[in-house]
């Protein structure tokens, strides 16, 4: 008798206190970012690091730049979906300005039109944005960055070394940012 209690308790307990699936799938998603950073410190070289992460899951990679952000002590703002977020992957306040991140898991280059999206959309929501990806800047999506400016906006371009740099958790790779616009 005692047993079918305990059972029935478990069991009632265990449906009320169950968490959505969109919450247990960031919680995973994170624990995977945690590991993807680690994993990025054994590699040798940038070759193998950049090629690591271009088979990362993409929401892997979304979480893993938010959690890079935050090692910096920096407030993040995470989206409550994955998909469906309108080309914005999340939020980061530097210095109490807010900025929109993009990221996109690419193995080839990326789309001068995923640029310019984004571009509209910092332009929307009037704040500066990360455009951070795995993939090669082909020079119209270098020319298209380094010269869009609206009002005070700004759209850098995070890929490569600088990425890199952001996920090893150096502090000066703001300083990187700064000097190359």
Request: net charge positive; with cysteine.
């Amino acid at each position: 008798m005692v047993i079918f209690f305990g059972i029935a308790f478990g069991i009632s307990n265990r449906w009320r206190v169950r968490e959505k699936a969109s919450t247990r799938r960031h919680r995973r998603y994170r624990a995977s970012a945690e590991r993807v950073l680690t994993k990025l410190q054994t590699l040798a070289g940038d070759g193998p690091r950049l090629a690591y992460l271009r088979r990362v899951n993409p929401y892997v990679f979304e979480e893993l730049l938010l959690l890079a952000f935050e090692r910096y002590g920096l407030q993040v703002i995470r989206n409550a979906a994955y998909s469906g977020d309108g080309g914005m992957d999340g939020q980061v306040f530097i210095h109490g300005q807010r900025w929109l991140i993009q990221a996109k898991r690419y193995k080839n280059a990326i789309s001068p039109h995923h640029v310019s999206a984004f571009s509209k959309l910092l332009t929307k929501h009037q704040c500066n944005g990360f455009f951070i990806h795995t993939g090669r800047t082909g020079d119209k999506s270098w020319k298209y960055a380094s010269g869009w400016c609206h009002g005070n906006t700004a759209l850098f371009i995070i890929s490569g070394q600088r990425l890199l740099t952001l996920l090893a958790g150096n502090p000066h790779w703001l300083d990187n940012i700064w000097g190359e616009k």
